[in-house]
């Protein structure tokens, strides 16, 4: 194999390839990335029997073939080469890179060894890149880190004629996200489950790139089932998770929430990063509603004590309660509006947290449901 390749379109696809990987594969040829030359094309694939991606840059090609080499090592060194052409060619059991007067010779793996990369499910529709990315980042971050509730670790992506609803729970807070899609079929009704953290890394290198998302969908049967990812140059496949016994998470949004609250989310914000200073892992920081407007609180009668009051819209009696400050600023991050609305029931039951224009109106789509902590004061 012998070909030349700009240098930036092969460290992004390196960099794409060598991210969704295992850091540590049980099988070693996993850990590599798959680069092939043919035509006037380099296709860069990577594949840990979960996830797939394959991406393609154009390149001047003088000898094609195939060649399997460390991904992240691979990554490492074509993110730090000089902004010049890049040239490749194979040596025997070696890769040989040379870019300007850097030279890298790298070891090979066996290519045959290789698993095929599964095909692509057939096409259910399409969605706007830089919507699904930007829904997609609202969701995620409320899905949940533990391994040992699979479940949890994933966004529920509900298909149901042209919209699409994402879903993410990790027991302590709860986001929904809906937007409009194009389905292949607009009577089209379908449920995934996908990992969470595969399916914001490809949302967010597709949002970027425009357009619109190919999503393409292998039907679930016993448990098993693949979501797939198309835009331009690149394709992603991830196995889905398990999602038959998913609870009806949309049944904890209060049914008639009253005492609604707006408060500026760049200023709470802020003023909750530096309330928070004072709070230890487990302590909430205190939100006090009033007709008066907001005080935000953290720290005990022992401890280092922080207060801050703030301009707030609130109808109702007065209200205090207490949050978890990451989890509460998790959701006022990725509001995307200026304004972020409250709606609560009572002190002991959850809030929701909508987007809000300057005129207060909610901006529709986005739900964000957060536990309270219980407090006594």
């Known amino acids: 194999m012998k070909l030349t390749v700009e240098r930036d379109a092969l460290a992004d696809a390196v960099a794409a390839v060598a991210k969704a990987l295992s850091g540590k594969p049980h099988i070693p040829v996993l850990a590599g990335a798959k680069l ?32 399997l080499v460390s991904a992240r090592l691979l990554a490492e060194i074509t993110k730090h080469l000089p902004n010049k052409p890049v040239n490749l060619a194979t040596t025997g059991a070696h890769l040989e890179l040379v870019c300007g007067s850097a030279r890298f010779t790298l070891p090979t793996m066996p290519v045959e060894d290789y698993p095929a990369l599964p095909d692509m499910p057939d096409g259910a529709g399409t969605v706007d890149a830089a919507a699904f990315a930007a829904a997609v980042a609202q969701v995620a971050v409320a899905a949940g880190r533990d391994d040992t509730l699979p479940m949890m670790t994933g966004v529920r992506m509900e298909l ?63 448990g098993e089932g693949m979501i797939g990812f198309a835009r331009d140059t690149r394709r992603t496949t991830s196995r889905l998770l398990d999602g038959a016994n998913y609870p009806p998470v949309r049944s904890l949004f209060p049914a008639n929430p009253a005492m609604p609250a707006t408060v500026a989310t760049g200023p709470l914000m802020e003023v909750v990063k530096r309330v928070a200073l004072v709070a230890e892992r487990t302590t909430p920081v205190l939100l006090s509603f009033s007709a008066d407007g907001l005080v935000v609180e953290a720290g005990g009668t022992e401890e280092a004590r922080a207060s801050e009051a703030m301009d707030a819209t609130f109808t109702g009696d007065p209200l205090t309660i207490g949050f978890n400050p990451a989890y509460l600023l998790d959701g006022l991050a990725h509001l995307g509006s200026p304004y972020a609305a409250f709606h609560f029931v009572d002190a002991f039951k959850p809030a929701v947290i909508h987007p809000a224009g300057s005129d207060g109106d909610i901006i529709p789509g986005y739900r964000y449901l957060i536990m309270p902590i219980r407090v006594s004061r």
């Open 36 to 67: 092939t030359a043919d035509g006037d094309t380099l296709t860069v694939q990577g594949f840990d029997y979960e996830v797939s991606n394959e991406l393609h840059a154009g390149a001047t090609v003088e000898d094609p073939g195939s060649v």
């Open 160 to 222: 149901s004629g042209g919209t699409m609803a994402l879903l993410a729970t990790d027991r302590y807070r709860l986001a929904v996200r809906e937007l409009p899609w194009q389905p292949a079929d607009s009577d089209v009704s379908i449920n995934a489950l996908i990992p969470a953290r595969t399916l914001n890394d490809t949302a967010k290198a597709l949002g970027p790139l425009g357009g619109q998302v190919t999503i393409a969908l292998a039907q679930q049967t016993a």
